[in-house]
């Protein structure tokens, strides 16, 4: 006998409807067979589900079956086939009704006594259900307030393969679960985050900040250790902007695809915040893997990439941060697969300026040579250091301002100038959706959006001049501009802001 169910694998970050056939041999010998591509942990299921039906009270037939996970040139990957091939046994052996099976999709790991356990990449599955017009999709009891973010189809959490059973036999209906409104108030994880009042001084440095979180773009601290960079880097966070419902949900599916999404929290509020350590490898950075999963630049999406101690990475685990920062996605790929994930991110680095930390440090005398100095700084290529939109330096705290009780101003002030100005850029793209903030633009955009009055063509001509700039940094100096302008409440880019904007342009090499 033959029966046929529908399961969902994950590609990338999208979903491919698959059919779980199995056909049950009564008069042949004992076997259990799958076909269709699977790898390891697929080839595995056949123990869970033997194990899983039997302690669940129901017959697995000793006899021969062959299971086929369709279409077979698809890879299939992963535990969430348990659930699928368990309920194609039970069909093909008159243990379940095999009408209740059309239209819907099942996905989730068995335990061996038939509990249903929680699969990664829950959200692009139902997603991709929803898109195909499925009525309903069985999931795990644990990923049901996940799988209810996508509207318009019924989620039927399921406890265990037993109560399954007596679901799809109306002897113990499961109800549909029911969708919690969405919580678009500001996140209040916020609260745990550096506040901006409790950073002694460096208010060039905050303002610069302010600036590159407004129009989400990349910034590179240079300054002797203990003055505060990643103390500053870790306060950034709280003076983003809430990102919208469609952010949040974009978000959300990579970090599901990525299984890193939080049990509590099934849909993610807060941008994210990345911060690996320098002995990172380029696939760990970038994503990668004989099937490629999101790297952190793919986890940093719509937030803060942090890079501390930025010349300790590896060389050119750095140059692959070239295109990402460019293009704002990642594209991998492999001999059966090439796969895009989305990487808009802020690339914020943190460095110091020599090996021993204090060369220019107007109290402590630098120990390292010329030539060390330069080999240090030359670990960050000219190409990489040109899509950095501010490069600005962080210098000592006088003891004066660290010993002051006065707060400066507080992240949330901050992050109220900053959602005024990511209006008026949302307002300014309304009718190009793929941007979102200022650094998100093109040479069509900034031709159109970022055009600076005849004393700022002046003022930009002269300074292209004296300082030798590229193309590309002569494109960032009018998308930071117009930044600036927009923080400043004006609809032109006028002088002062584009001397603001060329003024965090490195202006001679630091060695």
């Known amino acids: 006998m033959l029966a046929t169910v529908y399961s969902c694998a994950v590609v990338g970050l999208d979903g491919e409807i698959i059919q779980v056939e199995v056909d049950f041999s009564p008069h042949s010998m004992p076997a259990f067979t799958v076909v269709g591509l699977p790898d390891a942990a697929v080839q595995e299921s056949r123990e869970r589900v033997r194990a899983a039906i039997r302690n669940s009270g129901l017959q697995f037939p000793n006899k021969r079956f062959t299971v086929n996970l369709a279409p077979a040139s698809l890879r299939k990957e ?3 086939y348990d659930l699928p091939m368990a309920i194609g046994v039970l069909a093909a052996t008159d243990q379940a009704p095999l009408e209740k099976l059309a239209g819907a999709i099942f996905v989730g790991e068995l335990s061996l006594d038939g509990s249903v356990r929680h699969v990664s ?5 139902v997603h991709r259900a929803w898109q195909e017009g499925y009525e309903c999709v069985y999931v795990p009891a644990e990923d049901a307030p996940q799988a209810a973010l996508v509207p318009d189809i019924d989620i039927i959490p399921i406890p265990s393969l037993g109560s399954l059973i007596e679901h799809l036999y109306d002897l113990q209906p499961i109800p549909s679960y029911v969708r919690a409104p969405v919580d678009t108030s500001v996140p209040t994880d916020l609260d745990g985050l550096t506040d901006f009042a409790d950073i002694k001084g460096q208010e060039h440095v905050k303002r610069a900040l302010e600036v590159s979180a407004a129009g989400s773009h990349n910034v590179l601290l240079v300054g002797p250790p203990g ?3 990643t103390l500053l880097a ?17 978000v959300t599916r990579i970090y ?3 299984d890193l999404l939080p049990h509590d929290k099934p849909l993610i509020r807060v941008r994210p915040y990345r911060s690996p350590h ?6 760990g950075l970038v994503g990668g893997g004989s099937w490629p999963r999101p790297g952190e630049v793919s986890l940093a999406h719509r937030g803060v990439l942090f890079l501390d101690e930025l010349p300790e990475f590896g060389q050119h685990t750095l140059e692959v941060l070239r295109q990402p920062i460019e293009d704002k996605r990642v594209t991998i790929s492999r001999a059966k697969v090439t796969l895009t994930f989305p990487a808009n991110f802020m690339m914020v680095g943190a460095m110091n300026p020599c090996p021993c930390g204090f060369y220019g440090d107007p109290v402590r005398e630098c120990t390292c040579s010329p030539a060390a100095v330069r080999r240090y700084q030359q670990r960050l290529s000219g190409p990489l250091l040109d899509r950095i939109d501010i490069h600005i330096d962080v210098p000592r705290v006088d003891y004066d301002k660290l010993t002051d009780d006065r707060r400066g101003e507080s992240s949330a002030t901050v992050r109220e100038r900053i959602e005024i100005a990511r209006d008026r850029q949302r307002m300014r793209f309304r009718d190009e959706p793929r941007l979102q903030a200022n650094a998100d633009m093109g040479p069509s955009e900034i031709r159109r959006y970022c055009q600076p009055d005849a004393a700022g063509q002046q003022l930009l001509n002269t300074t292209l001049r004296q300082m030798q700039l590229s193309a590309r940094a002569y494109h960032r100096i009018l998308k930071l501009s117009r930044t600036i302008a ?11 802001h584009l001397a603001e904007a060329i003024q965090y342009r490195p202006r001679k090499v630091l060695y």
Do not use: N, W
């Open 234 to 250: 870790r306060a950034l966070p709280a003076i983003l902007p809430t990102m919208s419902l469609e952010e949040a949900l974009e």
């Open 121 to 125: 990449g829950i959200l692009p599955v």
């Open 278 to 283: 320098h002995t990172i490898s380029e696939a």
């Open 486 to 496: 927009d923080l400043a409440g004006a609809d032109t880019i006028q002088v002062v």
């Open 227 to 229: 003055v505060g960079k």
């Open 78 to 80: 992963g535990p969430a």
């Open 256 to 258: 599901s695809v990525a």
